[in-house]
Each structure stands twice: as C-alpha cells, then as structure tokens.
Nanobody
Framework: VQLQASGGGLVQAGASLTLSCVVS????????LAWFRQAPGKEREFVAAINWSRSRRDYVDSVKDRFTISRDNAKNTVYLQMNSLKPEDTGVYYCGVDLPPRRVGALSSEEKYDAWGPGTLVTVSS
C-alpha cells in the first residue's frame, strides 16, 4: 500500500486548508482511515478518523466543529477539511490506514493503523 498526503502549507490563523491523502494498492472502500498530527517536540496525536462504511467518525476534542473528515471511494482519497485554523494546529499531518484484517477498537487508537504516508506540513501563524 502507498499513501500520499498533500495540501499542507503556511496560513494565517482563521484560514482554511483541505488535506488530501491518496491510498493505492488496496481496496480503498474496505479501509478505516485516520489523520494524525505531530507538532514540533511533541508526540504524534490523533486528529480524526472515518470507518470504511462512513457510519462512524471521530475527532479529537480540540478540532470538533472546525475539522471534517471525509472520503471519496471513487478517488481512493481521504480528506481533512480544516477551518478556523489556530497556531496550535501547526504540525506534520499524517494519514493512516488500518490494513486488513481490520482491527477492532477505537478509531482514535494509533495502534489500529499500520500504514502511514510521509506527512504534509501545516503551519498556522498568529
């Protein structure tokens, strides 16, 4: 499986960005997907996730009502729409995939995902 994230950049606080992650090499429609981020000097943290059927989404509290995760199975792509960005949203954003067999457990658990893209940098200035 290969993952390629894009869409990061330098923006001012209050702006919006949409991240994309294209997943190839697997049947995309069967995969649970997630976005994590890592701020400078900090551990990687969960941001958002969506299950294979779109019946469940989960977000870290700090991004609820600002970020939206979605997927387009026809394009093998998962998106993260980020609105009202804050300086604390700065970091490298990684998309993760739960490869088959699908793991049971919380969508927010990093251990659930075993394939990762190289990340895309988001920098939010104040």
């Amino acid at each position: 499986v290969q993952l390629q994230a894009s869409g990061g950049g330098l923006v001012q606080a209050g702006a919006s960005l949409t991240l994309s992650c294209v997943v190839s090499g697997r049947t995309f429609g069967t995969l649970d997907l997630a976005w994590f981020r890592q701020a400078p000097g900090k551990e990687r943290e969960f941001v958002a996730a969506i299950n294979w059927s779109r019946s469940r989404r989960d977000y870290v509290d700090s991004v609820k009502d600002r970020f939206t995760i979605s997927r387009d199975n026809a394009k093998n792509t998962v998106y993260l729409q980020m609105n009202s960005l804050k300086p604390e949203d700065t970091g490298v954003y990684y998309c993760g995939v739960d490869l088959p067999p699908r793991r049971v457990g919380a969508l927010s658990s990093e251990e659930k995902y075993d394939a990762w893209g190289p990340g895309t940098l988001v920098t939010v200035s104040s």
